[in-house]
């Protein structure tokens, strides 16, 4: 298990670099640069000599590739830099965000995981029901409906028309502020969650060992719960693992639709602010948190299943 997991730590290397290449090569071609935040408002503009030396100050007038391997070599020594925009170190910036990000990226996959496959094993074992029609309608609608668009419904509805909890905010402490953000990127995750739940129940619960646990005089939730599901539940964590990236996307736009101070919406004014360290500094996490999760995946595989091996 350790040789496995060092060996997808190695491999997760030239993923870090694609990542950073492309967010790099992307900030390069958008119009404009760092100097941005120090334009006048009034007038429009800044002084020349000015601008020269602020690029000069920070490297952007060095070629494009002589920028990146700096970056990568200070991202090695633990140096993310420092923020255009703020002249705050950009590692200290991001980890100020990091739990409200995590709070609402794991309220939302509670809220998914548990609705998502409570749907899934339900339609599953009542196939061809109303209940499982319906389920599988509504999920399809969860899965073809913008983040964006479900967030503002459920503020307008929830949070203003009729004020049951905050349109929008942050209060430490206080679950009311995160109940509309989560439940907006829960439900956008719980519809394929659901399905694919649903899926490989279907496909194990008319085994041979289902069978038997029937014969034997199982009763029909052990036969559910734990013969079916376990064996079914190998597709569903890979799913988990993929909708981790999914998370860390719908955050950007759930966080800014709820002003959320978390990273999401730290890396959108970064990108507004032309400010390359910051917006480096919360690709850097995202790709961490993602390769990270995707490994914890792989080892629960062989928990669920014992006789997976890793070679």
């Known amino acids: 298990m350790l040789r496995y997991a060092l060996r997808r730590l ?48 920070w490297g952007l ?23 255009y925009r703020t002249n ?6 991001v980890l100020e965000r990091i739990p409200a990000t995590a709070t609402l990226a794991f309220a939302a996959m509670a809220i998914a995981t548990v609705m998502g496959v409570s749907a899934g094993v339900f339609s599953a074992a009542r196939r061809g029901s109303l209940f499982d029609t319906a389920s599988m309608v509504v999920a399809l609608f969860g899965i073809s409906m913008p983040v964006f668009w479900l967030g503002l419904m459920l503020m307008w509805f929830i949070g203003v028309k009729w004020p049951v ?23 956008a995750l719980t519809g394929g969650i659901a399905r694919m739940t649903r899926s490989a129940m279907l496909d194990v619960i008319h085994r041979d060992y289902v069978r038997t646990a029937r014969a034997k005089g199982a009763d029909e939730r052990a036969v559910i719960g734990h013969h079916a599901l376990r064996n079914a539940l190998i597709p569903v964590v890979t799913l ?18 709820f002003s959320w101070p978390g990273i999401g919406r730290l890396l959108v004014d970064s990108i507004n602010q032309r400010d390359l360290p ?20 792989d080892v629960v595989y062989g928990l669920l299943d014992p006789r997976i091996r890793y070679a």
């Not at 997760?12 to 100097?35: N, S």
């Not at 905050?166 to 953000?181: C, D, E, F, I």
């Not at 988990?240 to 736009?253: C, H, R, S």
Request: aromatic fraction near 8%; include cysteine.
């Open 10 to 57: 190695v491999l997760a290397i030239p993923i870090f670099l694609g990542i950073t290449l492309i967010t790099f090569v992307l900030m390069y071609l958008v119009p404009g640069d760092a100097t941005v935040i120090f334009i006048d408002p009034q007038i429009g503009m800044m002084d020349p000599a000015a601008a020269a030396a602020i690029r000069k100050k």
């Open 61 to 83: 007038d060095d070629p494009l590739h002589v920028q990146y391997v700096r970056f990568v070599w200070n991202v090695v020594r633990g140096d993310l830099g420092i923020s």
């Open 88 to 93: 705050q170190d950009v590692t200290r910036a």
């Open 165 to 187: 909890l905050p349109p929008s905010g942050y209060g430490q402490g206080q679950l009311a502020y995160l109940v509309l953000p989560s439940l907006t990127l829960g439900l």
């Open 240 to 257: 988990l693992g993929i909708e981790t990236g999914t998370v860390m996307a719908g955050a950007v736009i759930t966080e800014t639709v």
């Open 278 to 297: 910051l917006v480096l500094g919360c690709v850097v996490l995202f790709a961490v948190i993602f390769i990270a999760v995707n490994l914890v995946v």
